[in-house]
């Protein structure tokens, strides 16, 4: 039952939709009418606002650490495993909009930070370091995601590898439009010009 209540708390604190909420309290509309169409800070990004895209950002990071440390302080164990999954689930799938929200990158960073301190960092510097590099928010998402997923192991934390690894693929899979436009050389930069 432990598991059941962390994986509905790690959904409900993931399914906030914050780009969402940040844009319409902003003025800036519904978010999901423009670039993607999801609401997460990429996507929030494109009004033009990057003290709301950095809010979104944040925010996102902020409900999947809470999902993880909230199992954490309460249940412990298989719990947080189940809150961490979930919480991403709920931002990738959010019921008050149609199962149709982010992707979870921001989100599982948040997540990774909660696990472990050693994961969050290793999430958080390769993800900047390589949207530093390259400018293209997809590449550097899906690079971290499957990096520190493989790496927590290595951390000395393999517990957290079943639930990084279906995360990873979550991700993954949500990005294909985007391989297919990097498989191409389409994929926009940040900072880009618009085609």
């Known amino acids: ?8 708390l790690g959904y409900l604190l993931g399914s906030i939709p914050f780009g969402l909420l940040l844009t319409k309290a902003a003025g ?3 978010v999901r009418q423009i670039g993607s169409g999801n609401i997460g800070a990429t996507n929030v990004l494109r009004t033009g606002k990057k003290g709301l895209a950095a809010a979104t950002l944040l925010l996102d990071l902020v409900k ?6 909230i199992a954490g302080q309460l249940w412990g164990g298989p719990a947080i ?3 961490a999954g979930a919480a991403v689930i709920g931002h990738c799938f959010p019921v008050w909009l149609g199962f149709k929200g982010g992707k979870g990158v921001a989100t599982n ?3 990774c930070f909660g696990l472990a301190l050693p994961i969050g960092l290793s999430y958080a ?4 370091s390589i949207l530093s590099i390259f400018r293209i ?8 995601v499957v990096a520190t997923a493989a790496a927590a192991p290595l951390f000395g934390y ?3 590898f079943p639930v990084l690894a279906a995360i990873a693929g979550l991700i993954i899979y949500l990005h294909r439009a985007n391989i297919a436009r990097l498989m191409k050389g389409e994929e926009p930069r940040i900072g880009g010009k618009k085609t």
């Open 1 to 8: 039952m432990e598991a059941i209540y962390a994986a509905l």
């Open 158 to 160: 393999p517990e957290y």
């Open 81 to 83: 495993a189940f809150g």
């Open 28 to 30: 800036m509309g519904d």
């Open 125 to 128: 510097l390769l993800w900047l």
């Open 64 to 69: 999947g650490f809470a999902a993880v440390w």
């Open 137 to 144: 928010s997809s590449l550097a998402g899906m690079s971290a």
């Open 109 to 111: 960073a948040g997540v």
